[in-house]
């Protein structure tokens, strides 16, 4: 569908500062009606701060913003969302227990005053009658009175969009919209970006994976930096798009988990001898849902990486939760070196050299009041403590810089709150955590989601590291394709049973999504 090429809105040599730092640099940016623009770029390129503009959380200290042709001056999100400018963020802010049509109107609630009383009553009819259009054209099927924790991912980050377009939004700025959704609903999620699209809204698309804008975008811009870097009114090849945001000269993607890349193919010959046999056992009759019907046993050697996968729903979470001593559902017994000790709950799990990072970094990983420095060492602060328990602040400092360094966390201070690094170098930070804390044994979920393509390629190269000075990690995703090629050994769950074991060169993407998606296998693992 045709919309004339018209700009909607301009971005004029924006910038904006923070204590000692260059954020933004004159960009510019021209957002077009019926049109799809990427904004591409690292961790730390600017892309955040350029969005918080656009949606008025933050002021620019220099350049003007055009709507319509006309300068704006945004004051404040509720003012950008009455320009018709909305951000959908990656995890929307919502109320779980709470139906669609009240997490849509939050806030924005539409009442009317009743013949008894002078108090303003909730107005449901009017509410349903407002969203019923948009659900019937975006939502599919969706129950607007069903509470939001029982919907699908993709369909939360629909309600998100709805509530957007309940208010009128026109210009959509969607930041890592399918960010740990599963193939299948990452697709329906993208074919409703891409209607959108053709019903002539205007949409900033943020995100990390190129594969999708190759697929959905018509135009796009690359920060690096602070600074533009580059635009195109078309769509080029994954390897320009790195080589825009890195100065990288790849092929694609994939480039960086190939052998030849320099990434398995500088890891050190496998450390070899320490077996870490799990043996699982779930309580069936506990109360609480449970997906495993039968015992599981997996071992695990050392200096490989295994890769768990599986569905949105198969059990990978829950059974790495397991294995840390998360989950109350069930009795884990590990044993190792001719020893074996329960793993009862996370503090017994550290004890033994065990360490986990979860999904969702800021809900269950960083601590979000915590400078980095304190995010390094806290499991394990008895490292950096004198004899009476007093931490020694200069050892814990030493030994956090050069966890930092090692690691190449971009920060201006270790008393930085954590919160204000980028997503890629709060990673780096939380892998800092248990190398700080001596694990040999580690699990991690979904370890690259949300950070950019050198980040992912330096957490990969970390992870080779460990593996290669004797150290086993797991990785647990819903998304297994780009990890692939780094994995010595893949492990596919399906509904809480084993639906397929590869290693070496039986690692095949078919075979591996097709174990994904059948019922059947055994559930004893060996390695």
Request: aromatic share 6%; net charge neutral; charged share 25%.
């Amino acid at each position: 569908m045709s919309h004339d090429n018209q700009s909607v809105v301009e971005v004029q040599r924006i910038s904006k500062h923070f204590s000692g730092v260059q954020a933004l640099d004159q960009v510019d940016l021209v957002l077009r009606k019926g049109k799809i623009t990427a904004l591409i770029g690292e961790n730390g390129a600017g892309k955040s701060t350029l969005v918080k503009i656009l949606s008025g959380y933050y002021k620019a200290d220099q350049g003007r913003i055009l709507l319509d042709g006309e300068e704006i001056v945004l004051d404040s999100v509720l003012h950008a969302q009455q320009k018709g400018i909305s951000v959908i963020h990656q995890v929307p802010a919502f109320a779980p227990d709470l139906s669609v049509v009240d997490n849509i109107f939050l806030g924005r609630e539409l009442v009317v005053r009743g013949n008894s009383t002078p108090l303003p009553v909730l107005d449901r009819a009017a509410e349903i009658e407002r969203i019923q259009p948009l659900l019937k054209m975006y939502g599919g099927e969706m129950d607007p009175h069903r509470p939001l924790k029982k919907l699908k991912a993709y369909q939360q980050r629909l309600v998100g969009i709805l509530k957007a377009l309940v208010f009128s939004a026109r210009v959509l700025i969607l930041d890592e919209p399918t960010a740990a959704l599963p193939l299948e609903e990452r697709e329906i999620l993208l074919s409703r970006i891409l209607q959108l699209r053709d019903e002539g809204y205007t949409i900033l698309y943020v995100s990390h994976h190129l594969d999708e804008i190759e697929k959905v975008a018509d135009a796009i811009a690359a920060l690096k930096d602070g600074k533009l870097v580059g635009s195109r009114e078309t769509i080029p090849g994954q390897g320009e798009m790195i080589e825009m945001m890195t100065g990288a000269k790849l092929d694609s993607l994939g480039d960086l988990y190939r052998p030849e890349s320099g990434l398995r193919a500088h890891r050190a010959p496998r450390v070899t001898g320490t077996i870490r046999r799990f043996d699982i056992e779930w309580e069936l009759d506990s109360g609480r849902p449970n997906l495993f019907r039968e015992p599981l046993s997996l071992t695990f050697a050392t200096g490989e990486i295994t890769l768990l996968t599986g569905l949105v729903g198969s059990g990978v979470k829950d059974l790495t939760e397991a294995l840390f001593g998360f989950q109350r559902n069930c009795r884990v017994r590990c044993t190792s070196d001719g020893t074996s000790y329960m793993i009862d709950n996370p503090d017994s799990a550290i004890k033994k050299s065990i360490g986990y990072l979860s999904d969702d970094r800021i809900g269950e990983a960083v601590l979000p009041d915590f400078s980095i420095r304190n995010n390094m060492t806290l499991p394990k602060l008895q490292k950096v403590a004198g004899i009476l328990g007093r931490i020694l602040l200069k050892q814990e400092t030493r030994a956090a810089q050069e966890l930092g360094d090692r690691l190449n966390v971009k920060m201006r201070s270790l008393k930085q709150n954590i919160l204000e690094l980028s997503g890629g170098n709060q990673q780096k930070v939380m892998l800092a955590r248990w190398l700080f804390s001596e694990v040999r044994f580690l699990i991690l979920n979904e370890p690259t989601q949300g950070i950019d393509v050198m980040a992912k390629k330096e957490v990969m190269d970390l992870l080779f590291s460990f593996v290669a000075g004797g150290g086993s990690c797991v990785i647990a995703t819903t998304d297994p394709e780009e990890f692939l090629p780094s994995a010595d050994r893949v492990v596919v769950l399906r509904k809480g049973r084993i639906t397929g074991d590869f290693s070496g060169s039986d690692i095949q993407r078919d075979a591996v999504f097709t174990s994904m998606l059948i019922q059947q296998g055994t559930t004893e693992m060996q390695s």
